[in-house]
């Protein structure tokens, strides 16, 4: 079993920087290795939306429009980490992030942005943006 364990959140001015990882849990039986990894936000009051993704090989990343630019995705199989690396951050980028993950032994480049695409959450970390 999978385990996600999200860190890296915090408060922020506009403006700033922060970075989220994304681990597999020493609890977990399964590392990332073949897995699509995603990160997901959701503001109070608003739907989940997708931030950005990156295939399991890691040559394939997405981002949504609103984060193209500010935000990066990487990850270290080594380390069994997923990044997500935030710049210039925006009182709207205020939400709790969450990372995903899905297992895609066959789709090394597959990076998709649908949440029903993941089958495995980490439990969120909050990420402020304010003066």
């Known amino acids: 079993q999978l385990q996600l364990v999200e860190s890296g959140g915090g408060l922020v001015q506009p403006g700033g920087s922060l970075k989220l990882s994304c681990a597999a849990s020493?609890?977990?039986?399964?590392?990332?290795?073949?897995?699509?990894v995603g990160w997901f936000r959701q503001a109070p009051g608003k739907e989940r939306e997708a931030v950005s993704c990156v295939s399991s090989s890691g040559g394939s990343t997405n981002y949504a429009d609103s984060v193209k630019g500010r935000f990066t995705i990487s990850r270290d199989n080594a380390k069994n980490t997923v990044y997500l690396q935030m710049n210039s951050l925006k009182p709207e980028d205020t939400a709790v992030y969450y990372c995903?993950?899905?297992?895609?032994?066959?789709?090394?480049?597959?990076?998709?942005?649908?949440?029903?695409?993941?089958?495995?959450w980490g439990q969120g970390t909050q990420v402020t943006v304010s003066t």
């Open positions: 995903a993950a899905e297992f895609w032994p066959d789709g090394p480049e597959v990076a998709p942005m649908a949440a029903g695409s993941f089958s495995t």
């Open positions: 020493a609890a977990s039986t399964f590392t990332l290795e073949y897995h699509a």
